[in-house]
């Protein structure tokens, strides 16, 4: 079943009925506005890198909408819109440089002349039922619905010069994954996807190796993100 969420931010970019849930070229597209093909994806950006690859193949313009959820206040129910039994912000946060955690199933796609990311940092509101019986690996609670409060910000993502611009610290001219880390202040493993994304984007490239660390170089001066209003 669709989520609130992902109703909302269909209509943020399309406000017309007809402008949404439309077909093109044999696929089933969120929105369109101008003529750009809008996908929505809350879910992992690798659920829709074929559809996508699909769309520009065809010579269509395609934009992605990826919500990255920095705050998430968490609302327990006794059921489906029923009671609120409890409720709290969810410790978890997320800011642009997680962004990184899904460019990494588009690295074949990004960059192209056609195709921008463009990412959204939100507030938003995720109701939950608890399990009465739970199986085993079940998490003890079933997500029913998420809503979004706020958007916060936004911006848009077309070149290699974008996802350096999205680096706040400075980077050695020669750095690794643990500057990388040290850098925006990100655990090792994101710092990894960033470097993967950075090289297989054209936006860094591998160099040789300081000990047992692969040693980059940006391939551009880097410059702020471009920003989207």
């Given amino acids: 079943m669709e989520s609130s969420l992902h109703q909302q931010l269909k209509k943020l970019y399309a406000a017309q009925d007809y402008a949404r849930e439309v077909t093109i070229s044999g696929f089933r597209i969120d929105a369109i506005s101008r003529g750009t093909l809008i996908e929505v994806q809350q879910a992992s950006l690798s659920a829709i890198r074929h559809k996508v690859r699909a769309l520009l193949a065809l010579d269509h313009r395609v934009m992605v909408v990826k919500p990255l959820v920095a705050h998430k206040r968490l609302v327990y129910l006794d059921a489906q819109g029923g ?5 709290r912000s969810s410790p978890r946060k997320e800011g642009p440089l997680h962004i990184f955690d899904e460019l990494v199933h588009l690295t074949k796609l990004f960059p192209h002349p056609r195709l921008t990311v463009e990412v959204l940092l939100i507030d938003q509101v995720e109701y939950r039922v608890r399990r009465t019986t ?3 690996r079940q998490l003890p609670y079933k ?8 958007v916060n910000q936004k911006f848009r993502l077309k070149t290699p010069r974008d996802l350096i611009g999205l680096i706040p610290g400075p980077l050695p001219l020669e750095f690794t994954t643990a500057d990388l880390a ?5 655990p090792k493993y994101l ?4 470097a993967y994304t950075l ?3 054209g936006a860094a490239t591998l160099i040789g190796k300081s000990g047992r660390s692969c040693l980059y170089r940006l391939a551009i001066k880097k410059k702020t993100a471009s920003r989207a209003a």
């Fill in 83 to 87: 009671q609120v039994l409890s409720q």
């Fill in 134 to 136: 739970k199986r085993r």
């Fill in 143 to 150: 997500v029913i619905d998420r809503e979004v409060i706020s």
């Fill in 182 to 186: 040290t850098a925006t202040g990100l």
């Fill in 191 to 194: 710092a990894q996807k960033i």
């Fill in 199 to 201: 090289r297989h984007c």
